[in-house]
C-alpha cells in the first residue's frame, strides 16, 4: 500500500510522500540487495526503499538518517519515495 501525507512545517504546506512496502516487495528489495548484481542506482534505490518502510515492520528512517546511512544526497531520497509512490 502506498500513500502520501500532507504536513506543516514553518507556516507552508510541504508534501512528504510515505513509502509502505508490502512482504512481497520488501522481499525483492531484499533479495535484490542481498545478492548485489543489480546495478549500483537500484541498489541505492532499493536501500532507500527499504530504509523508508513505513509498514509495521519497517525502519521508518528520516531522510536525514537516509542519507547519512547511505551516503546519498537528499533530493535522491525524494526523488525515489516521490517515484515510488507515483509509479510503482
Known amino acids: 500500500m502506498k500513500g502520501v501525507c500532507f504536513f506543516a512545517t514553518e507556516g507552508a504546506l510541504k508534501k512528504r510522500y510515505l513509502v509502505t512496502l508490502t512482504v512481497e516487495e520488501c522481499r525483492e528489495l531484499q533479495s535484490m540487495v542481498s545478492v548485489g548484481k543489480a546495478a549500483a542506482r537500484k541498489l541505492v534505490q532499493s536501500r532507500i526503499l527499504l530504509l523508508a518502510d513505513q509498514s509495521q515492520d519497517g525502519p521508518a ?7 547519512d ?3 546519498c544526497g537528499w533530493a535522491t ?7 515510488f509512490v507515483e509509479e510503482g
Open 69 to 71: 546511512a547511505l551516503g
Open 77 to 83: 531520497v525524494e526523488r525515489v519515495r516521490k517515484q
Open 61 to 67: 528512517k528520516s531522510d536525514p538518517q537516509i542519507t
